[in-house]
């Protein structure tokens, strides 16, 4: 079966750097665009990055242009999300999400991984 | 503020119909057939629940159904269970040159 599951999280100063991962297993990775969604605790989602399938376009967020890379490893079924300068407005569950194909809906969803921002 | 617009609440009692209404603009909900509904409950992921406007992922009931009317989806949640009970959120994909996708700020749907 599908799964995602995301790690990298924790809790961190402002203005340091951080990665996330999102390990993927139980579908043909390389076929998919994947994204990262983020949710500040108690609020909505809000749509971070995505990558096509095979690395080749990638887009961001306005809020995060600039600060965040997304990237992946086809041959390690792996998402990255580099997040650099961190601010106390990215405090949030980061969740991994697969693209449906030719959809843009996100289909599956990891557990999420919990990134604190605080000096 | 969200870029999609979405009642913060609707209610309903068990075996009722309740719509949640999504509205967007012609730069995204407007533009493309490509609105997704999500189903989130207190401390899980969200689920997918209607994909491009009105399709069901295999597993989702056929209570659930999605509409569109011009800059305006609907998700539809007929015979209501106490299961219903849990947070919507619509999304709109919005193109590659602006803000590629975009959600609604999200409803609690509580199932009196």
């Known amino acids: 079966q599908v799964q995602l599951v995301e790690s990298g999280g924790g809790v961190v100063q402002p203005g340091r750097s951080l990665r996330l991962s999102c390990a993927a297993s139980?579908?043909?990775?390389?076929?998919?665009?994947m994204h990262w969604v983020r949710q500040t605790p108690g609020k909505g989602l809000e749509w971070v990055a995505v990558i096509s399938y095979d690395g080749s376009k990638k887009y961001y967020a306005d809020s995060v242009k600039g600060r965040f890379t997304i990237s992946r490893d086809n041959s390690k079924d792996t998402l990255y999300l580099q997040i650099n300068s961190l601010r106390a407005e990215d405090t949030a569950v980061y969740y991994c999400?697969?693209?449906?194909?030719?959809?843009?809906?996100?289909?599956?969803w990891g557990q999420g991984t919990l990134v604190t921002v605080s000096s | 503020q969200s870029a999609l617009t979405q009642p913060a609440s609707v209610s309903g009692s068990p075996g009722q119909s309740i719509t949640i209404s999504c509205t967007g603009t012609s730069s995204d909900v407007g533009s493309y057939n490509l609105v997704s509904w999500y189903q989130q409950r207190p401390g899980k992921a969200p689920k997918l629940m209607i994909y491009e406007g009105s399709r069901r992922p295999s597993g989702v009931s056929n209570r659930f159904s999605g509409s569109k009317s011009g800059n305006t989806a609907s998700l539809t949640i007929s015979g209501l269970q106490a299961e219903d009970e849990a947070d919507y959120y619509c999304c709109s994909y919005a193109g590659s040159s602006t803000s590629y996708v975009v959600f609604g700020g999200g409803t609690k749907l509580t199932v009196l």
């Open positions: 139980g579908f043909t990775f390389s076929n998919h665009g």
């Open positions: 999400a697969r693209e449906r194909l030719y959809s843009n809906s996100f289909d599956y």
